[in-house]
């Protein structure tokens, strides 16, 4: 698996501080110069100021739309102008930076340019603090290529570095960002039998190989069974087929100095899923290789602390890797299956196999966090339909009261907003509960109902109450909190989009941060 490991490493266009204005001249090693400006009186090189005020009187495109000017003496003889839209409308968020980067990155590459000088004028609105950062972050996301046309093409990243001018400080948090987005999106979005829960798994040892992390997988059937009963339920027919096995992939990043904060993640990896005996049908089984973007994500969060190694704190994560398959051996619905926290999981609907796996993942999580030093515990998942009827395109923070009297969904929202990343917070409600007890006793909660989550009421808040119920976390006084990106891993195609990663960056910022609320 060498050669993996190298796509994972090549492919990442480096992004490179730059301090001089002078950098945007003919000569000094970049060949564009592409300008995210909410208007031309923001730029503040005169040269190209004065380019583009003479080229908006013949072409009034220019300062409104994404232009490519023709500039003597500039780098490349290239100038392009992407504006900034609407950041005028107090509901407008740093976003737009990103929209405007990625349009402008996206002419440089056609025109030919492989090393553009990015160019972010400040701006004093709070709202785009991290315009610079966010617009270079989503270059990164326009110029990304699936790891299966890199492979059959042998094709080389677009640009061989991108220049941001005027910051000597962004380079090292966004390049450490991008190498965990590069790798999540090709753990998300590549097809199932090339990413399989062993290829997976094999994927990230590659990727951790002397990243300083504990890296450890469990890839024996017994020991599955017996440690992650849910887990091995979901994946009971794909035991029968050998290059389908499950895996649980444990990371553990601890930062130097004295711990003061212990971040706990549950990623969801479920490689394929067919719906098990609960089959998906009318074509909805398409885009299911993209059901891993949880455990994708929590990968590439770890992949960046692991560069950047912020000291005071510890990630430990468990990534449940299964392929939910159909076979003579499935679980079906009615089973009544032991968690490994012992609560006794009367299955409701097979194709409501995420929180299954999740549940082991945060059983185990939960044992090691009742000893930790600030534990706060979360897992991350394409989980529910409901939440993509609910938000659209934004993600679900749903935490228990623990969490909610800490304020970690109200930070990590106020992160996300920052960060490019928004959020929609969620909360739990009595209802909850009640939809996952066990009406006749006979076991302790119900995984779901039997209809699709899309049309159930309050569909993606109930599942964290049965997270909460069955990982063992219900009689724990531990901070927990649900989050739910069936909405946001992919974006364009619902089933063959560009993964996004989503909500790494945002995780990431949140786990530098020190004490929330404690």
Not at 29 to 43: F, H, N, P, Q, Y
Not at 382 to 411: D, F, I, M
Request: aromatic letters at 6%; a negative charge.
């Amino acid at each position: 698996m060498t050669q993996v490991n190298k796509a994972v490493t090549a492919f990442q266009v480096p992004i490179i501080d730059v301090t001089s204005d002078g950098a945007i001249f003919e000569g000094e090693g970049w060949d564009a110069v592409v300008v995210i400006a909410t208007s031309l009186a923001e730029i503040k090189q005169d040269e190209v100021s004065l380019l583009a005020a003479h080229a908006r009187q013949i072409d009034m495109r220019v300062g409104k739309s994404a232009t490519l000017l023709f500039a003597p003496g500039l780098a490349g003889g290239r100038l392009i102008i992407s504006p900034v839209a609407d950041s005028g409308n107090e509901y407008s968020d740093v976003r737009i930076f990103a929209k405007a980067a990625r349009e402008g990155i996206a002419i440089a590459k056609a025109a030919g340019a492989t090393k553009p000088l990015l160019v972010v004028p400040s701006v004093t609105d709070k709202r785009f603090a991290n315009a610079e950062q966010v617009a270079a972050l989503a270059c990164g996301q326009e110029l990304w290529q699936p790891l299966e046309a890199r492979e059959a093409k042998s094709l080389p990243p677009s640009l061989t570095a991108i220049g941001l001018l005027n910051t000597a400080t962004h380079s090292l948090l966004l390049n450490a960002a991008e190498s965990g987005r590069v790798l999540a999106r090709d753990l998300c979005g590549t097809e199932p039998e090339r990413m399989s829960a062993i290829g997976f798994a094999q994927y990230c040892v590659d990727a951790f190989a002397d990243s300083g992390l504990a890296v450890s997988v469990i890839d024996q059937a017994e020991q599955l069974k017996a440690q992650y009963p849910l887990l091995s339920a979901v994946g009971r027919s794909s035991f029968d087929v050998a290059r389908h096995h499950p895996r649980v992939v444990k990371l553990e990043y601890v930062g130097e100095g004295t711990i003061t904060k212990t971040l706990f993640f549950a990623g969801k990896g479920v490689v394929y899923d067919t719906g098990g005996a609960d089959i998906k049908v009318a074509g909805s089984m398409a885009g299911m290789s993209r059901d891993k973007g949880g455990a994708a994500a929590v990968a590439g969060l770890m992949k960046a602390l692991s560069i950047l190694k912020p000291k005071g704190i510890k990630v430990v994560a468990e990534l449940g890797l299964v392929r939910n398959s159909i076979g003579s051996d499935a679980f079906v619905t009615d089973e009544i299956i032991a968690s490994h926290a012992g609560v006794r999981v009367r299955i409701g609907n097979t194709d409501a196999e995420g929180r299954l796996v999740l549940a082991d993942l945060l059983s185990h999580l939960r044992l090691q966090a009742q000893t930790a030093v600030n534990p706060k515990l979360f897992s991350v998942a394409t989980l529910t339909g409901h939440v993509v009827r609910a938000y659209g395109g934004y993600p679900a923070l749903v935490e228990n009261s623990v969490a909610k009297k800490q304020g970690v969904a109200a930070t990590l929202a106020e992160v996300g907003q920052l960060w490019g990343e928004p959020f929609e917070v969620s909360q739990l409600r009595p209802e909850d509960f009640d939809k996952v007890a066990d009406k006749n006793g006979a076991a302790d909660v119900v995984s779901s109902n039997n209809a699709p989550s899309s049309i159930t009421a309050r569909g993606h808040q109930y599942p964290a109450a049965f997270l909460i119920k069955a990982s063992g976390l219900a009689e724990t006084e531990l901070a927990f909190t649900h989050i739910d990106i069936a909405g946001s891993a992919v974006e364009g195609d619902p089933l063959y989009g560009k993964p996004t990663a989503s909500p790494l960056v945002a995780l990431l910022q949140f786990s530098f941060l020190q004490v929330v609320r404690d």
